[in-house]
T-cell receptor
Framework: AQKVTQAQTEISVVEKEDVTLDCVYE???????LFWYKQPPSGELVFLIR??????QNEISGRYSWNFQKSTSSFNFTITASQVVDSAVYFC?????????FGAGTTVTVRA | NAGVMQNPRHLVRRRGQEARLRCSPM?????VYWYRQLPEEGLKFMVY????????ESGMPKERFSAEFPKEGPSILRIQQVVRGDSAAYFC???????????????FGQGTRLTVV
C-alpha cells in the first residue's frame, strides 16, 4: 500500500521569505513516481513536477526547487522568495501504477 | 487544444436527488480517472475507465455511485440519492494511454464542486 504524509497542515510566511514543504512517502515498490500539485483558491489542480524513483537529482525551476532523498523517503519542496500568488494548498502525491495517492495537503499563506 | 473539461463547475442538489458529473477528456485521450476531494483532505482515487470499460473501481463507494465512459460522449460520474456526505470536489483526469508507471502525465480538469443541501 502507498502512503503520503504531509505533516505540515498550514504554513504562514511573510512575502519574500522562503518556505519548505515536507513530504514523506511509503511504498514497497522500487519503481514509482512522485508529484507535486498546487491548488490555488480558484480550486483547479496545477501540475508542478513529476520525478521517478531512479532520478535523485534535485531540480530547480525558477523560485521552486525540489529535494528528493530516497534514503529518507522524502520529496520536499521549497519556494524561494515567496510571493502572495504562491498562497495555495500544495499536494504531494505518489504513484506506482495509474493511481495517484495524495497527501492531505499543506496550506501556504503568504502575507504581504 | 482544449484541456480536460468538466461540467458543471458547481452543482447544488437536495438530499435524495441525483447528481451527474461530466468529464470530456483531452483530445486523443482514451483513459479517464475520477478522484474525490472531501473538505480539508487530499484527493482520493475513485475509478479508472477506458472507453466502454471500467478497469478499476476499487475507490468507488459500493452503493449509489456509478461511472461510465461510453464509446461516444463524455465520461459520467453518477451519484444517486445524494446525501450531505457526498458534498465534495470531484476531479477528472485523462491520459493518452494507461498511466501505468506514470511515464505519462494524467491531466486534471478543473473539478466539479457538489454541494448537497
Amino acid at each position: 500500500a502507498q502512503k503520503v504524509t504531509q505533516a505540515q497542515t498550514e504554513i504562514s510566511v511573510v512575502e519574500k521569505e522562503d518556505v519548505t514543504l515536507d513530504c514523506v512517502y511509503e511504498t514497497r515498490d522500487t519503481t514509482y513516481y512522485l508529484f507535486w500539485y498546487k491548488q490555488p483558491p480558484s480550486g483547479e489542480l496545477v501540475f508542478l513536477i513529476r520525478r521517478n524513483s531512479f532520478d535523485e537529482q534535485n531540480e530547480i525551476s525558477g523560485r521552486y526547487s525540489w529535494n528528493f532523498q530516497k534514503s529518507t523517503s522524502s520529496f520536499n519542496f521549497t519556494i524561494t522568495a515567496s510571493q502572495v500568488v504562491d498562497s495555495a494548498v500544495y499536494f504531494c502525491a505518489l504513484s506506482t501504477d495509474y493511481k495517484l495517492s495524495f497527501g492531505a495537503g499543506t496550506t501556504v499563506t503568504v502575507r504581504a | 487544444n482544449a484541456g480536460v473539461m468538466q461540467n458543471p463547475r458547481h452543482l447544488v442538489r437536495r438530499r435524495g436527488q441525483e447528481a451527474r458529473l461530466r468529464c470530456s477528456p483531452m483530445k486523443g485521450h482514451s483513459h479517464v480517472y475520477w478522484y474525490r476531494q472531501l473538505p480539508e483532505e487530499g484527493l482520493k482515487f475513485m475509478v479508472y475507465l477506458q472507453k466502454e470499460n471500467i478497469i478499476d473501481e476499487s475507490g468507488m463507494p459500493k452503493e449509489r455511485f456509478s461511472a461510465e465512459f461510453p464509446k461516444e460522449g463524455p465520461s459520467i460520474l453518477r451519484i444517486q440519492q445524494v446525501v450531505r456526505g457526498d458534498s465534495a470536489a470531484y476531479f477528472c483526469a485523462s491520459s493518452p494511454r494507461t498511466a501505468y508507471q506514470m511515464n505519462t502525465e494524467a491531466f486534471f480538469g478543473q473539478g466539479t464542486r457538489l454541494t448537497v443541501v
